[in-house]
């Protein structure tokens, strides 16, 4: 039988169009982390498809973990760990831990020398939450060179691509 032009066709055959997040979560104090998460901010915006949220931590909660489509954990290096306000984040979110599983992240830090301790704390919290990492880390030193913010931006595009290529597949 063919179908009469006044059935509903746009409910039956509606297009959805969702964009994908990318969460740049970061902690600085002096700037230089924060221009390295508006860089990779930057990178995954580039990718069609792609919003980024860049929150420090004291604006982001549990919800903003939750609710995005990959995530960038970006902090100073303090005593070579990651800064406070950064580990109290992940504190408070063991919570939700099984809402985040397999998103992919990535982690950039900064410091006054080229210590990559504060990326090794960072990524054992990639392993902690079941996360995927997507992209090597960035060890930035001292003010971000052009090079560490090229490396950020394609962090960025990296980010990008893994959450566009998870929403494509099926759910369970
Ligand atoms: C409390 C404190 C501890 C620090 N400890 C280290 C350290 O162990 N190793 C290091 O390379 N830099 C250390 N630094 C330097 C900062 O990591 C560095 O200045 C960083 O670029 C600051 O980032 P921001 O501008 O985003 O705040 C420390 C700075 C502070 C304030």
């Known amino acids: 039988m063919l179908k009469s032009a006044a059935q509903p066709f746009s409910k039956h055959y509606e297009v959805r ?4 997040e990318v969460f740049v979560l970061y902690y600085s104090r002096g700037g230089r982390t924060e ?3 508006r860089a990779i901010a930057e990178g995954a915006e580039g990718v069609e498809g792609v919003f980024a949220a860049v929150k420090r931590t004291d604006y982001a909660t549990g919800v ?12 100073p290096n303090y005593f070579s760990y990651m800064a406070g306000p950064m580990k109290d984040f992940f504190d408070k979110s063991l919570g939700i831990r099984d809402r985040v599983t397999g998103k992919p992240a990535a982690a950039f830090t900064s ?5 990559d301790s504060a990326l090794q ?11 995927e990492k997507a992209a090597d880390g960035v060890v930035s030193v001292g003010e971000p060179s052009e090079a560490d913010l090229g490396k950020c931006r394609a962090m960025g595009v990296a ?5 566009l290529k998870r929403a494509e597949e099926p759910k369970e």
Not at 159 to 163: D, Q, T
């Open 17 to 20: 169009m969702e964009m994908v």
């Open 35 to 37: 221009k390295l998460a």
């Open 64 to 75: 903003d973990f939750v609710d995005c489509s990959a995530v960038a954990f970006g902090s």
């Open 111 to 115: 410091g006054g020398g080229s210590s």
């Open 121 to 131: 704390s960072l990524e054992r919290m990639i392993n902690s939450f079941r996360l």
């Open 159 to 163: 980010l990008a691509r893994a959450a």
